[in-house]
């Protein structure tokens, strides 16, 4: 155990090879050698699986010590009788351990030694035969109920042993059962389903044909342009404004919904550019200029190109 903490601070000696500038502590640096190398567990003494359960620090009496309302004493026990652990703040209280699905021993942890000093519930004798945590529980709760008290010990460690010897024999043939109500035949709800792969062959992966290439640019393709909206039929003619449809008779103005010069990204312009729709509409002819008197067709002609 590490207790000044040198595995946790980054050291000089400790780099990694792709971060030469950062110094690593001996956990981290165990961390990831084990994260790239992996490793090989290894199986727990005893006497490392002891630290592995749940402990209170205890003071050593001369009945022992008591966890819950039980009592465990013994000679080698109480050789810790009012000593001092010699660790600052801790007192009298040394480390108990103990096992809550088997609470039959418990273990005093003596750090000066190295070593574990096992002790023995006081009461075992009358059980004869190894109980959990939840056993003593219950012959506690069934005590109470028949007016005892917790602090009975010897009483619970008897019903912990009556508890133990009923669950051995099972339940009693000849104690009356309650007769169960009739509830009818079982009947068979379950409605058998199609499977709707069945028949069909696992795929093979070296008959997988890769995707076709994208028809458009990456960066469209979570933001495509909208398809400009269908043009709608009305009245037209002649001398219309620039962007505007002539509408018939009844009806509103509305604008061209034709798509105008000078597209850019697939989006259309607004209506109120002033420019001819070159796809709703076909360009506006010229007006014939009126024919004067004594003038002749040549001369329109010419005065049509002027």
């Known amino acids: 155990m590490d207790r000044s903490g040198l595995a946790a601070k980054p050291h000089d000696g400790l780099r990694s090879p792709f971060l030469p500038s950062l110094t690593i502590s001996p956990n981290r640096m165990y961390a990831t050698l084990v994260a790239a190398e992996g490793h090989v567990p290894l199986v727990l003494t005893p006497h490392q699986n002891r630290k592995l359960l749940p402990f209170h620090y205890l003071k050593v009496t001369d009945k022992g010590v008591r966890i819950g309302n039980r009592t465990y004493n013994s000679q080698d026990l109480q050789e810790y009788k009012n000593r001092h652990t010699g660790i600052p703040g801790q007192g009298r209280r040394w480390q108990i351990r103990y096992s809550p699905y088997a609470p039959r021993f418990v273990w005093l942890w003596d750090h000066n030694k190295d070593d574990w000093v096992e002790t023995e519930f006081i009461h075992q004798r009358l059980i004869g035969d190894d109980w959990t945590e939840w056993t003593w529980e ?8 028949d007016g005892g008290h917790k602090e009975d010990q010897r009483r619970i460690a008897r019903e912990v042993s009556k508890l133990r010897e009923r669950a051995r024999r099972g339940p009693d043939p000849d104690t009356p059962r309650a007769p169960q109500l009739f509830t009818g035949p079982t009947l068979d709800l379950e409605v058998p389903v199609a499977d709707p792969y069945e028949g069909i062959p696992d795929p093979d992966p070296a008959t997988v044909v890769r995707a076709p290439a994208l028809t458009m640019a990456a960066e469209h393709i979570l933001h495509a342009p909208r398809p400009a909206p269908r043009a709608r039929r009305h009245g037209h003619g002649e001398g219309l404004r620039a962007g505007r449809c002539r509408p018939a008779r009844g009806h509103r103005r509305q604008p061209c919904p034709g798509t105008y010069p000078g597209v850019q990204d697939g989006r259309t312009e607004p209506a109120r ?8 509409h076909a360009p506006a002819r010229p007006r014939p200029l009126s024919r004067r008197a004594g003038e002749s067709g040549d001369e329109e002609d010419d005065g049509g190109e002027s």
């Open 273 to 280: 550019r002033r420019s001819r729709c070159i796809r709703h």
């Open 138 to 145: 219950q012959a506690t709760l069934n005590v109470l109920e």
